[in-house]
């Protein structure tokens, strides 16, 4: 353990003079969400305002003056305009954003018939319609009202239901939902990202800057050695997990906070924090050996990342699964790695825990990542691999695992 603790330290070390390996894991991930998260709100506030502000044009076509064409005059938010063009191919190029036409009703009565023409690839046309739908939703309300009134009636005389809708939820609980629903996803990724750098600079970085050879002549046994640059890629791993967790929370606090929505608190209860960062740790531990492994059979930095970042994009779809609606983590589905790491994150930061699937999950993890670490040892036994000398590439897997059964069948 001593053995193995020197080498960490050691790793540790250079990993923090390495700029790369400090960007990659411990900037970005506190200092990217807040900012990014930061600056969309504050476009997203600056545009709807720029919206709001901006008054809808419209051509309204009709045969007289209709109720409704006066309470589209009469509305501050719009400006009714005519255009010498189709008004059809005025909307469609942007000079105006809605064409109404309007058409009386019978004179003997009936009901007026309206046709609205929107772009829905421009914003200002989004906006007006559903400006003119709030339009179209009080005019009628009125002309009802008149009608029943002719009739000495009211409107609570034809009130046959009455609805009242109630949300049970919580603020702090509609904010872990919507955290449910972002942060796992997000994790892993970015815990995957955390990995990657340090897996590849541990291994094919310092046989290509020729320093494996300083290791190994110090006579520390070759176990001691991965294990050490195991705990590094680790670390950094779980330690870009918990920036990041760090990082989104805070930024979306700030982003629901601008909006100004008292219906959402942002928060995590401390026992799914705990469940995330043990859960998170584990997971930490199964990206970093399967990182570790394939770097191994690198020779440069650039050859690590070509064998790496595979494997960290076939990480997304697994994780994709885990945010599609009706998927949940039950018996079924926590047995399939990534999958279920994803979708535990997402239950427990949503305060629910399904003891079940979760020990499955656990227990599944600390498995796949023993099996792989056996396999990173045996590779890391072969000479040839752990100086870059010899021409083996991931391909030579296979024959490395034969032929180390048949050493440990000989001893």
Do not use: C
């Not at 003119?132 to 034809?158: K, P, Q, S």
């Not at 779980?238 to 906070?257: D, E, P, Q, Y």
């Amino acid at each position: 353990m001593r053995l193995i603790g020197t080498v960490f330290k050691s790793e540790l070390r250079a990993a923090l003079r390495d700029r790369n390996t400090v960007v990659y894991s411990l900037v970005i991930p506190l200092a990217l969400y807040p900012i990014l998260f930061w600056g969309i709100g504050e476009w997203f506030s600056f545009q709807q305002g720029s919206l709001e502000k901006q008054k809808s044009r419209v051509v309204i076509e009709e045969q007289s003056l209709s109720p409704l064409g006066e309470a589209i005059a009469a509305d501050e938010r719009w400006r009714v305009v005519e255009t010498e063009t189709d008004p059809l191919a005025a909307v469609g190029s942007g000079d105006v954003d809605a064409f109404v036409r309007i058409e009386a009703p019978s004179p003997d009565g009936g009901t007026w018939s309206l046709h609205a023409w929107f772009d829905e690839a421009r914003d200002r046309s989004r906006v007006a319609k559903t400006r003119l739908g709030e339009v179209i939703e009080d005019t009628e309300r009125a002309l009802v009202e008149d009608r029943l009134l002719a009739y000495g009636e009211t409107n609570e005389t034809f009130a046959i239901i009455n609805i009242e809708t109630e949300n049970i939820a919580s603020a702090k609980e509609v904010g872990q939902t919507i955290l449910a629903r972002v942060l796992p996803m997000l994790l892993v990724f970015m815990l995957s990202m955390g990995a990657m750098h340090p897996a590849v600079d541990v291994l094919a970085g310092e046989k290509e800057r020729k320093t494996i050879e300083t290791i190994l002549v110090s006579g520390a046994p070759r176990e001691a050695i991965l294990a050490g640059k195991y705990l590094l890629v680790v670390t950094a791993a779980f330690a870009a997990l918990v920036l990041n967790l760090i990082g989104m929370v805070l930024a979306f606090k700030h982003m629901f906070s601008m909006m100004g929505d008292a219906k959402i608190q942002i928060a995590i209860p401390f026992t799914s924090v705990l469940s995330v960062l043990f859960a998170g740790l584990l997971f930490a531990g199964f990206v970093s050996a399967v990182m570790v492994l394939f770097a191994s059979f690198a020779r440069t930095f650039k050859e690590g990342q070509s064998y790496v970042t595979p494997f960290y994009l076939l990480m997304m779809f697994p994780t994709l699964l885990a945010v599609m609606p009706g998927v949940e983590l039950d018996l079924r589905t926590a047995w399939i790695p990534i999958t279920n790491v994803a979708l535990l994150f997402r239950e427990v930061i949503a305060g629910n825990f399904p003891w079940g699937p979760i020990a499955i999950t656990l227990g599944t993890l600390v498995m796949t990542t023993a099996l792989v670490i056996a396999v990173a040892r045996r590779v890391y036994a072969d000479e040839e691999l752990r100086l870059g000398s010899g021409g083996k590439t991931l391909r030579s897997l296979p024959s490395i695992i034969r032929q180390s059964r048949k050493r440990s069948a000989r001893t």
